[in-house]
């Protein structure tokens, strides 16, 4: 499965974005998907990821209640619609696949997108 992440852009503290995922591949609907961020000076981190079926979520503490993540299985798309944003959500942010139902578990994501730049300002 081939993942472009697009949807990036610069945002006012306390604005919104959302960020699209396309995949090319007709299991991309078998694959969990995670979103990713990485500021500079930091490590690669996931922010959210989801089951194939759309069912299972999960967050990381520092976005809960601020973003969502969701897919339609249909259009072989993934979404994060990231609320209430703050200037560290400021990240090149990755889409990602893994070959499981669900996982949150970096190291099983192994398709990976290029990244989209989101900037926040104070």
């Known amino acids: 499965v081939q993942l472009q992440a697009s949807g990036g852009g610069l945002v006012q503290a306390g604005g919104s974005l959302r960020l699209s995922c396309a995949a090319s591949?007709?299991?991309?609907?078998?694959?969990?998907v995670g979103w990713f961020r990485q500021a500079p000076g930091k490590e690669r981190a996931l922010v959210a990821s989801?089951?194939?079926?759309?069912?299972?979520?999960y967050y990381a503490d520092s976005v809960k209640g601020r973003f969502a993540i969701s897919r339609d299985n249909a259009k072989n798309m993934v979404y994060l619609q990231m609320n209430s944003l703050k200037p560290e959500d400021t990240a090149v942010y990755y889409c990602?696949?893994?070959?499981?139902?669900?996982?949150?578990?970096?190291?099983?994501?192994?398709?990976w997108g290029q990244g989209t730049q989101v900037t926040v300002s104070s």
């Open positions: 990602a696949a893994s070959r499981v139902v669900f996982t949150h578990t970096p190291s099983r994501y192994d398709n």
């Open positions: 591949g007709h299991t991309f609907s078998t694959y969990a």
């Open positions: 989801i089951g194939w079926s759309g069912t299972s979520t």
